[in-house]
């Protein structure tokens, strides 16, 4: 159809037409009272550190359209702040009667990408409490600091060197804070505070984007609860060692946890025990609540366990000589006979609440009753990577079944899948061995696996029910004989086939136990969970990430520098005894002060214990003391704060406690359990080696960490991947192959090129355009420019360019990326002038359609049909649109020529084209074309790489089908 | 210089990035991170280059008022409607730039990509004529293909799923295989001919 003008009107008519009354249907007048959310609560969220309230709302009915519904938070009912929003499918609308919504834990508060200034809420009366998002504006943000617990997520290096000190003087003390712009941080989040009133709102929003009016503000109050009870603990005596284990499940929400416990109660004093329970749990729900109850229960261990990590939920505590002895938290249990007690397990929180256990029985027995640990586990950094990771394995590779098909419908044939879980010491499977048996234990077949397909056909005499399976493995290193995997194949009446059944090795079922990974670095005393993994697997890798962010709590603010304020104070590890940490400050200067303020304590303290009556506050007053004492001991004399006192240049200074800091974060121990879940574990020892390997720091950096490389590893980066030697020796053989060809194409010498059809007729598709009066379309292909197959396409447009050039004939290249956009048009433009013809270039010959897949090959089509293009030229990557293209191509009569490496679109080039260039056809042309001996060079070096390639591929298989696998191994496997 | 210094640029780039392939050091990808950073930074800025090569080359046809001008009108107010509602609304869902993409793109996108399945039926025509003894061959290889597909083929023969799939496990990834490995060389080669500064084609012109 030919457009005029007035044609071409009423289009453009209605399509404006259509766009503007298409959403108003939904604009219509409606009742906005009847959008307003109902049953609007806010509740407490049980068993949290008093951070978390739960919204609950009637969500409206599908009819009305709700797109979202937003929430909006505040201290007051006049000044509510956007916080988030629960989207709806528009479509179902919401399942339910009731929504929720969970405001808990930390969330963002502000950040750089925040609004810049603070904005009523759109669509709202003028009267409406309602404001967008917080702004990045610190005179609105500044005073919402006191309303909320806010943390400062800063990365390390702005904290360290991009802080300005800051000196605010309260009640006659002065205090220095660290002030940082608000973009030196990656966010600040916040979280509520416990027993604070926080009021909330919700809005609809329509499909149409229109919002509805707010509901009434509600009150919430967070309550800081005792931790959540943990679902069961298990309780086993090891008789012959006299060691009690215990075992959890962790339970979920563990953000203010602080210690771990454990209780043994006698039987006869359950009951006294349950009233203090009881009573606690009153006290808790009513604090002016006064108690009277002594807890009967008598602690035999405890330990630290702190958010954010996943802690250890084992525990062994050795009985000796009848009792249990920990003089660090002041344990002396005598223990009778173990049958009269019962164990507890407590949380204990930051507040200070504790919540127990349901009592839990002893289960008696022995230690050969418990899994084995392998003295054969090995900790040391991932080679090859960037230094992000440690490896640990242990044990000999495992071979177990994963499934099984029948083959046939006799069910006489069978197709078996099985893995391989190695390590990194046996990483190389040399075979496989494998023993069928039928259900009479008569064999079937022997295997062996030379090559690991991962998958067995075998063929039965008869269907069976069960069929038996040895297997063993043999790999690098000593695998050994004995260890002789056997798995069964049972069938399964659900599925109507046969299924693995359960693992041995050498008679012990493999995955009855799991493993778990314990680590702990110089900066935490706790063990906090690395992996859990299956029995059968050999090996995990650590991620040691490289995270460098400084967390900081911030309530204040300096409006007119617009910085948030921060304590300079940061740790660099623990002290060797894992007990107290190394605090240091940003600014030197404040390290002196902090020893005279240290000195004031000690003087204060010491005048006030004459006045002191009770021996407790005396007891007190002498701990506060000592712990001055040892704070001024520290800073004198901790090695790494004597050097680092010693450096004169402020950055200086910062680096060298930067480098201990990330050495004491990123160095880790490990300890491994072996578990089934219910205390009947083994417990491996820390693992340590006197080999120290190399390290990446200098000496000085290292020369406090005695321990580093022994016991704690540091995750290596490496300079070279070694597993890809193969590929750079392969690419020195090709570079060298170049070389060489192309100084023999200089010589002279004549290299025969086996002559492609598709790009001898370039020449004969561009003359055919020419003599037809017609101009010729070239499209370089749908992918960006950082794809090799469009750069091909690229050199190919310069020379079919200049031919076009040469004969006047008009050139059209439609792009579909922007960035190929004027590199194409730079091409053409040069390809015209090196013609001797910059008259004939249009500057528009070249130019961009569309970035979507579809509506390109519309246009490309479009172009095709209008201007009767006599030679269609597609040449680089090609996606589903490549058919659409050539066969429109053909219908118009165009001679077509293409080429892709695009293995699924060559077959639609070659039924629709002309001529097409396959694979590395498109790589040469450019080459075929220019002639030169720098290219042909290059070309003739691809072809004798190939014979090199087509050979290992023949030697290989003949090596392979006679069960010398070395050739394969040799390379990597991926 | 014009082409002198971008190809010292790429030639440079080149060789640090075949270095960044061999080299897992934590200061090789933070270099490499960094790079991806400013890519995304910059490649935006391409877009602009994209519209104002829409803007020219209808423009120009509706200024001299060539044939079928009336197609530029429609293009750019297309372009310029779209991006207004986005600017004007925003691109959230329900907005009036979701609309146009959800009631008018997508549709046509859909049409486009519909038409497909009629240009492979004719395509199958052309590629299946038994003209001569090798399109004889690819055409009893995709009937037995085109039947294990299907439960008639099994229905036919059992051994018709078995062949369907030697048909494609076997001859079919071999061929595939064979083009992979050209495509590699050939890739290899070419990026090898632009580090080497011997392929230039691509720089396009101006000394």
């Given at each position: 159809m030919k457009l005029n003008y007035a044609k071409a009107g009423i289009v453009l008519f209605l399509m404006v037409f259509g766009f503007l009354l298409a959403p108003i249907p939904s604009h219509a007048a409606v009742d906005t009272s009847s959008y307003i959310v109902e049953n609007l609560r806010a509740n407490d969220i049980p068993d949290d550190d008093g951070s978390g309230l739960v919204l609950s709302w009637k969500p409206l009915p599908k009819e009305k359209r709700i797109i979202e519904y937003r929430i909006y938070r505040g201290v007051t009912s006049d000044s509510l702040f956007y916080h988030g929003k629960v989207d709806v499918n528009v479509k179902t609308g919401v399942a339910g009667d009731v929504m929720y919504y969970y405001d808990s834990g930390y969330n963002r508060f502000v950040d750089i990408q925040s609004p810049r200034k603070l904005k009523k809420e759109k669509q709202q009366p003028d009267d409406s409490p309602l404001f967008g998002r917080l702004p990045r504006d610190i005179t609105v943000t500044g005073p919402q600091l006191t309303n909320y617990r806010i943390l400062g997520v800063i990365p390390e290096k702005d904290f360290l060197y991009k802080n300005t000190k800051i000196e605010i003087t309260e009640?006659?003390?002065?205090?220095?804070?660290?002030?940082?712009?608000?973009?030196?941080?990656?966010?600040?989040?916040?979280?509520?505070?416990?027993?604070?009133?926080?009021?909330?709102?919700?809005?609809?929003?329509?499909?149409?984007?229109?919002?509805?009016?707010?509901?009434?503000?509600?009150?919430?109050?967070?309550?800081?609860?005792?931790?959540?009870?943990?679902?069961?603990?298990?309780?086993?005596?090891?008789?012959?060692?006299?060691?009690?284990?215990?075992?959890?499940?962790?339970?979920?929400?563990?953000?203010?946890?602080?210690?771990?416990?454990?209780?043994?109660?006698?039987?006869?004093?359950?009951?006294?025990?349950?009233?203090?329970?009881?009573?606690?749990?009153?006290?808790?729900?009513?604090?002016?609540?006064?108690?009277?109850?002594?807890?009967?229960?008598?602690?035999?261990?405890?330990?630290?366990?702190?958010?954010?990590?996943?802690?250890?939920?084992?525990?062994?505590?050795?009985?000796?000589?009848?009792?249990?002895?920990?003089?660090?938290?002041?344990?002396?249990?005598?223990v009778g006979n173990i049958e009269d007690y019962v164990a507890v397990f407590s949380l204990q929180d930051r507040a200070g609440y504790e919540t127990f256990s349901d009592p839990s029985t002893f289960e008696i027995t022995n230690s050969s009753n418990l899994p084995k640990i392998s003295d054969e586990w090995i900790v040391e950094d991932r080679k090859n990577d960037k230094g992000d990771y440690n490896a640990i394995y242990w044990e000999k590779p495992t071979v177990f079944l994963t499934n099984c098909t029948y083959l046939n419908d006799d069910k006489t044939k069978i197709l078996v899948n099985y893995d391989i879980y190695k390590n990194v010491k046996y990483d190389k499977i040399k075979n496989v061995y494998f023993i069928v048996s039928d259900e009479d234990g008569k064999e079937i077949t022997s295997i062996n696996e030379f090559y690991q397909d991962n998958k067995l056909k075998i063929t039965l005499e008869k269907p069976s029910n069960k069929i038996s399976f040895e297997m063993r493995v043999v790999a690098n290193g000593d695998t050994g004989e004995d260890q002789i995997y056997t798995q069964d194949l049972i069938f399964n009446e659900d599925v109507k086939s046969l299924q693995p059944g359960l693992l041995y090795l050498n008679g012990e079922e493999v995955n009855k136990y799991t493993y778990s990974i314990y680590k702990n670095n110089y900066s935490?005393?706790?063990?906090?969970?690395?992996?859990?993994?299956?029995?059968?697997?050999?090996?995990?890798?650590?991620?040691?990430?490289?995270?460098?962010?400084?967390?900081?709590?911030?309530?204040?603010?300096?409006?007119?520098?617009?910085?948030?304020?921060?304590?300079?104070?940061?740790?660099?590890?623990?002290?060797?005894?894992?007990?107290?940490?190394?605090?240091?400050?940003?600014?030197?200067?404040?390290?002196?002060?902090?020893?005279?303020?240290?000195?004031?304590?000690?003087?204060?303290?010491?005048?006030?214990?004459?006045?002191?009556?009770?021996?407790?506050?005396?007891?007190?007053?002498?701990?506060?003391?000592?712990?001055?004492?040892?704070?001024?001991?520290?800073?004198?004399?901790?090695?790494?704060?004597?050097?680092?006192?010693?450096?004169?240049?402020?950055?200086?200074?910062?680096?060298?406690?930067?480098?201990?800091?990330?050495?004491?974060?990123?160095?880790?121990?490990?300890?491994?359990?072996?578990?089934?879940?219910?205390?009947?574990?083994?417990?491996?020892?820390?693992?340590?080696?006197?080999?120290?390997?190399?390290?990446?720091?200098?000496?000085?950096?290292?020369?406090?960490?005695?321990?580093?490389?022994?016991?704690?590893?540091?995750?290596?980066?490496?300079?070279?991947?070694?597993?890809?030697?193969?590929?750079?020796?392969?690419?020195?053989?090709?570079?060298?192959?170049?070389?060489?060809?192309?100084?023999?194409?200089?010589?002279?010498?004549?290299?025969?090129?086996?002559?492609?059809?598709?790009?001898?007729?370039?020449?004969?598709?561009?003359?055919?355009?020419?003599?037809?009066?017609?101009?010729?379309?070239?499209?370089?292909?749908?992918?960006?420019?950082?794809?090799?197959?469009?750069?091909?396409?690229?050199?190919?447009?310069?020379?079919?360019?200049?031919?076009?050039?040469?004969?006047?004939?008009?050139?059209?290249?439609?792009?579909?990326?922007?960035?190929?956009?004027?590199?194409?048009?730079?091409?053409?433009?040069?390809?015209?002038?090196?013609?001797?013809?910059?008259?004939?270039?249009?500057?528009?010959?070249?130019?961009?359609?569309?970035?979507?897949?579809?509506?390109?090959?519309a246009g490309v089509n479009g172009i095709m049909i209008r201007e009767k293009t006599a030679t269609n030229f597609y040449m680089g990557m090609f996606f589903a649109e490549s058919l659409i293209m050539t066969e429109t191509g053909s219908t118009t009569g165009a001679i077509q020529i293409a080429g892709t490496d695009a293995v699924t679109q060559i077959p639609f080039f070659i039924t629709t084209c002309d001529y097409t260039l396959i694979g590395e056809e498109l790589y040469a042309a450019s080459a075929y074309l220019a002639r030169e001996p720098l290219q042909l060079g290059t070309l003739k070096a691809v072809d004798y790489y190939k014979f090199i390639i087509l050979a290992f591929v023949i030697i290989g298989t003949i090596f392979s089908t006679v069960h010398a696998t070395f050739l394969i191994n040799a390379f990597p496997t991926k | 210089m014009k082409r002198r210094i971008p190809l010292i640029i790429i030639i440079t780039m080149g060789f640090m990035f075949v270095a960044h392939s061999f080299i897992p050091h934590k200061v090789s990808a933070d270099f490499f991170d960094w790079f991806q950073d400013w890519v995304k930074a910059v490649s935006p800025f391409a877009v602009s280059l994209g519209i104002m090569s829409l803007f020219m080359v209808h423009g120009t046809k509706i200024k001299r008022k060539v044939p079928n001008w009336q197609y530029s009108v429609i293009t750019l107010s297309g372009l310029i409607f779209t991006a207004l509602a986005g600017f004007i609304w925003g691109t959230h869902v329900g907005t009036p730039y979701m609309w146009l993409f959800e009631n008018v793109q997508m549709p046509m996108s859909a049409t486009m990509f519909a038409l497909l399945a009629f240009y492979i039926a004719s395509a199958a025509y052309k590629a299946f004529r038994a003209r001569s003894a090798?399109?004889?061959?690819?055409?009893?290889?995709?009937?037995?293909?085109?039947?294990?597909?299907?439960?008639?083929?099994?229905?036919?023969?059992?051994?018709?799923?078995?062949?369907?799939?030697?048909?494609?496990?076997?001859?079919?990834?071999?061929?595939?295989?064979?083009?992979?490995?050209?495509?590699?060389?050939?890739?290899?080669?070419?990026?090898?001919?632009?580090?080497?500064?011997?392929?230039?084609?691509?720089?396009?012109?101006?000394?």
């Open positions: 009640d006659d003390e002065t205090k220095v804070y660290a002030g940082l712009k608000l973009r030196h941080f990656h966010y600040l989040l916040k979280k509520l505070r416990a027993e604070k009133e926080y009021y909330y709102t919700v809005i609809a929003v329509t499909e149409s984007r229109k919002y509805m009016p707010y509901a009434e503000p509600v009150i919430g109050i967070p309550i800081d609860n005792s931790p959540e009870k943990i679902r069961e603990l298990y309780s086993v005596y090891v008789e012959d060692k006299t060691r009690l284990q215990f075992e959890w499940i962790r339970s979920l929400f563990t953000d203010d946890q602080t210690n771990h416990s454990v209780y043994l109660v006698k039987k006869t004093d359950l009951n006294k025990f349950n009233a203090y329970v009881e009573e606690q749990q009153k006290a808790e729900m009513d604090p002016e609540l006064e108690t009277s109850l002594e807890n009967p229960a008598q602690l035999i261990y405890q330990r630290y366990c702190g958010y954010p990590y996943t802690p250890d939920n084992t525990v062994a505590v050795n009985i000796i000589d009848g009792k249990i002895i920990n003089e660090d938290r002041d344990i002396d249990v005598e935490n005393e706790e063990w906090r969970l690395s992996k859990n993994t299956l029995g059968a697997q050999r090996e995990i890798v650590d991620n040691i990430s490289f995270s460098s962010t400084t967390f900081k709590g911030v309530s204040k603010f300096d409006a007119k520098k617009g910085l948030f304020l921060v304590t300079p104070t940061f740790t660099v590890r623990l002290d060797d005894e894992l007990e107290n940490p190394i605090v240091t400050n940003l600014y030197a200067e404040e390290v002196a002060k902090s020893i005279e303020n240290y000195k004031k304590e000690i003087a204060e303290y010491t005048a006030s214990k004459d006045t002191l009556e009770t021996e407790a506050d005396i007891t007190n007053a002498d701990a506060a003391i000592e712990y001055y004492q040892e704070q001024i001991e520290l800073v004198k004399n901790n090695p790494i704060l004597k050097k680092a006192a010693t450096i004169k240049s402020k950055k200086s200074r910062l680096k060298f406690l930067e480098k201990v800091k990330t050495i004491a974060g990123r160095s880790f121990k490990y300890k491994m359990v072996k578990t089934d879940g219910k205390a009947h574990f083994a417990l491996s020892e820390v693992y340590y080696t006197e080999e120290v390997g190399k390290l990446p720091f200098n000496k000085s950096a290292r020369e406090t960490y005695t321990t580093l490389g022994k016991d704690h590893f540091y995750p290596i980066p490496n300079w070279f991947q070694a597993d890809k030697l193969p590929a750079l020796f392969a690419t020195f053989i090709f570079g060298f192959m170049v070389f060489f060809m192309i100084r023999q194409a200089k010589s002279g010498k004549e290299l025969y090129i086996r002559p492609i059809a598709g790009i001898d007729e370039i020449d004969n598709a561009i003359g055919r355009a020419t003599e037809m009066g017609k101009p010729i379309l070239f499209v370089p292909g749908l992918s960006g420019i950082s794809d090799v197959a469009t750069l091909a396409g690229l050199s190919i447009l310069g020379r079919v360019a200049k031919k076009a050039a040469e004969y006047d004939t008009k050139i059209l290249v439609p792009v579909r990326d922007y960035i190929v956009l004027p590199i194409a048009q730079e091409v053409v433009k040069e390809a015209h002038y090196e013609a001797g013809r910059p008259d004939s270039h249009d500057k528009n010959s070249v130019f961009f359609i569309t970035t979507a897949q579809f509506a390109f090959v | 090798e399109a004889t061959v690819l055409l009893i290889a995709a009937v037995i293909v085109m039947l294990g597909q299907v439960p008639l083929g099994a229905m036919i023969s059992k051994w018709i799923p078995e062949a369907s799939t030697w048909i494609l496990n076997v001859p079919n990834l071999a061929a595939k295989r064979a083009i992979m490995i050209g495509v590699g060389l050939g890739i290899t080669a070419t990026s090898l001919k632009i580090l080497l500064g011997i392929e230039r084609t691509y720089l396009g012109g101006g000394d």
